[in-house]
């Protein structure tokens, strides 16, 4: 009798108690977990349930509508913008005041979005908005800086045509025989500021001269030298290795075409060597000859800034 009654007690203590087993206390802890998934999230997901939670967009059932994701759309002020029509700030005016369509339609929310294959208009004129680049070369010599070249002469655009798709110019020249930094660009704005007559960038050359230039010149080129577009004058002028030295470094903003070769032949030098060796911050360091690269997005920053 007494046998018979532990045995009847224990009938209700192995369902009520905890499982005795590691493959039922596994079950239960795995059952646990997804039937409270609020308590589960506290716990360790084991590599099974993990597989349950796959992205939504993996799970949709076959004929069920996907939801739409459009991660090309962009902001139409910032299209404005990148268009090279005006800043976002102006943006905002010209959309507003119902000058901009989106697809034949006059469209004032400011923060509309376009997607690809919307076709804007400004002003009835259809705009193609490129993405900005930014290309930096050091310019070997033997290149002249322009577009085309009538007379089938090297330029510097075929040094850079494999650099992106988008068209791009160089901002400002250097002559045939000048080596160095020179700058490429899509950005309309940047290239006005780099080239404004207020916000000049800077640059520095290494010039070698025909003969020892005398300490007393040097003074001259930073005092001012008169040419028949004006009197200009450079910010630095220094020896590069010693006094009385045939290579000078100078450093100037001024943007007037072979300004550097103009001011040593007013005071009876001539240039045998050039080499842009910084533009606007910019540096040759790891920078071969003949090669180019893109600009980073701190060095992109700086450039607006500075500028």
Not at 5 to 19: A, D, L, S, V
Not at 59 to 75: H, M, V
Not at 257 to 266: L, P, Y
Request: with cysteine; hydrophobic share 30%.
């Amino acid at each position: 009798m007494n046998t018979n009654k532990r045995r009847g007690e224990q009938k209700p203590t192995e369902r009520k108690g905890k499982p005795t087993g590691k493959k039922d206390s596994k079950s239960s802890f795995s059952k646990s977990k997804t039937s409270h998934p609020e308590q589960g999230s506290k716990k360790e997901v084991s590599a099974r349930d993990k597989r349950k939670y796959i992205d939504f967009k993996d799970r949709q059932k076959k004929g069920d509508p996907l939801p739409s994701f459009n991660d090309d759309a962009i902001r139409l002020n910032k299209f404005l913008s990148n268009a090279g029509i005006c800043s976002r700030r102006e943006a905002d005016v010209l959309i507003a005041s119902g000058v901009v369509s989106i697809n034949d339609e006059i469209v004032v929310e400011l923060g509309y979005k376009i997607k690809p294959g919307d076709v804007v208009k400004y002003d009835g004129e259809t705009i193609n908005a490129e993405k900005k680049r930014y290309v930096l070369l050091n310019k070997p010599k033997g290149f002249i800086t322009t577009l085309d070249d009538p007379y089938g002469r090297k330029t510097v655009m075929s040094l850079v045509r494999k650099a992106c798709k988008e068209r791009i110019y160089p901002v400002g020249r250097l002559d045939r025989d000048t080596t160095g930094l020179l700058l490429f660009t899509n950005d309309g704005d940047l290239v006005k500021k780099l080239t404004h007559p207020k916000h000049k960038a800077n640059k520095i050359y290494h010039v070698e001269l025909n003969k020892p230039v005398k300490k007393e010149d040097l003074l001259k080129l930073t005092a001012g030298v008169d040419l028949e577009d004006g009197r200009t004058a450079f910010e630095k002028a220094e020896f590069v290795k010693s006094e009385s030295s045939r290579e000078i470094g100078v450093e100037l903003h001024s943007g007037k075409n072979q300004i550097v070769r103009r001011m040593f032949e007013a005071i009876g030098y001539e240039v045998i060597k050039m080499d842009r060796v910084q533009f606007a911050g910019l540096t040759k360091k790891d920078l071969p000859r003949g090669i180019f690269r893109h600009l980073s997005e701190k060095e992109v920053a700086f450039l607006k800034m500075s500028s």
